[in-house]
């Protein structure tokens, strides 16, 4: 049960977050106002870099769609009964996750992150797991080898909200701890752990969930600690949406349908 709760609380404020990224990162772009996305992340945009911005711009749209459409993978009744929408879901899912770890990889390639080096080291892993994940999970389902397949399905799930915690993390901390450990640079003790500390955690509860917690006692804490993180996602959740997200989602659906 805390596992399905938690999975409810995620898909909600995941995909809540994948439509903000459609609806302004998408919208200030149709209406060229490119520049807008500084105010959300520093540095993203730069007219002067154009490889830079169609990178950054493919791993947030294929990022969108991975946090929209992936929990549908893992939902049992739509793999059993929906076989062919599993698939065709699945292949769409891979093929997302490779070209948002490609476009994230570019990125750096062409326009470093704003954080330096350590930020370049640990998106870049990320980018580079998201690739062999999605390849992992298609190679095993192509060949049939099904337990291995869902093994690397869930990992790249836990891999694919990685962009949405790191929001949320932030979230969390600012509003438990202020701006400790950060700066606008994003050279700060905080940020430096926050480069992998948005995927390599979930990694490990990945693991914690292919493996189904075996022991007693690790399952009955394992629930506690789950519906504790339900708990805080879904504080994060309301404040995200009502004072970033909601207000992110009007402006750029206001500004496509004035264009």
């Known amino acids: ?48 870099h154009w490889l830079g911005t169609v990178a950054i711009g493919a791993h947030m749209a294929a990022g969108a769609l991975l946090l929209t459409l992936g929990p549908l993978q893992l939902v049992e009744p739509v793999r059993r009964r929906k076989p062919a929408l599993h698939r065709n879901l699945g292949r769409l899912y891979v093929g997302c996750a490779a070209l948002a770890g490609a476009g994230g990889l570019a990125f750096i390639l062409a ?63 600012f509003a438990a701890a202020g701006r400790l450990g950060h700066t606008p640079t994003f050279d700060g003790w905080f940020d430096r752990l926050m480069v992998v500390a948005f995927y390599l955690p979930n990694l490990l509860i990945a693991e914690l969930i292919i493996r189904r917690w075996k022991s007693g006692l690790t399952a009955r804490l394992a629930s506690v600690l789950l519906l504790l993180i339900t708990g805080l996602l879904l504080v994060a959740t309301w404040t995200f949406t009502t004072h970033y997200w909601g207000p992110g989602i009007a402006r750029g659906l206001a500004g496509v349908a004035k264009t």
Do not use: K
Request: aromatic letters at 16%.
């Open 1 to 48: 049960m805390s596992l399905t709760l938690l999975f409810a609380a995620v898909w909600l404020s995941s995909s809540t977050f994948g439509l903000y990224i459609l609806a302004f990162f998408g919208g200030t772009a149709l209406r060229g106002q490119g520049v807008a996305w500084n105010g959300s992340l520093p540095d993203l945009y730069d007219p002067a």
């Open 111 to 173: 326009r470093r992150t704003v954080g330096g080096l350590p930020m370049d080291l640990g998106f870049a892993g990320y980018g580079v797991l998201l690739i062999l994940a999605a390849s992992q999970a298609f190679r095993h389902a192509r060949a049939g080898r099904l337990a291995a397949h869902r093994a690397w399905a869930i990992r790249l799930f836990a891999l694919t909200i990685g962009s949405w915690l790191y929001r949320m993390e932030y979230g969390l901390w």
